[in-house]
């Protein structure tokens, strides 16, 4: 008797529904796995339309894109790398100068700008400069007043800016201008 009973336990719809189960439990991780795939799709397609850099690594080519990673100075977002020199020369308060150079490097996360200011009025720029895009550079540089002759001691304020051109940092760097005559 006690064999009839048991058998009782496992009719066909107990049965069915144990399958139907198991076939939901099935479809909602097939569900979950798509999801997780194409939001992982998404963000290595927008991470390459950012200009970053998306590299498979293979048997073939390890040694080359291990060395080429540790190669590459890495600038964190939010910082600058100056490449600039900080004596400036100029024969007249009103020419260009011949020297002055101002680079965003291309390692950098933003584009920047600068005003220069005299050391004893950071109120007033004597220069403003336009903003300058990863890799840009500027030279061919013209106070935007005129100095007279002599030696001045500026500072230079970067702007780290974002996509809008909104200020995200700043930078203060010492700078040297020499008027001729």
Known sequence: ????????????????????????????????????????????????????????????????????????????PGYFTATMNNVWHFATGDSVSDDAYVANDSGNSNDVYFDIFLEDDEENPIYQSPVIPLGGELDQIKLDKKLSAGSYNCTMVYHLVDENQKTLSTVNVGVTINIDS
């Open 1 to 76: 008797m006690s064999n009839e009973t048991e058998k009782k336990g496992n009719s066909p719809v107990a049965g069915k529904a144990l399958i139907f189960a198991g076939i939901v439990v099935i479809i909602i991780l097939l569900v979950t796995v798509i999801v997780l795939l194409t939001t992982g799709r998404k963000d290595k397609k927008e991470e390459a339309t950012e200009g970053k850099r998306s590299v498979v690594l293979t048997e073939e080519n390890v040694e080359e894109v291990t060395e080429d990673l540790f190669t590459q100075e890495y600038t964190p």
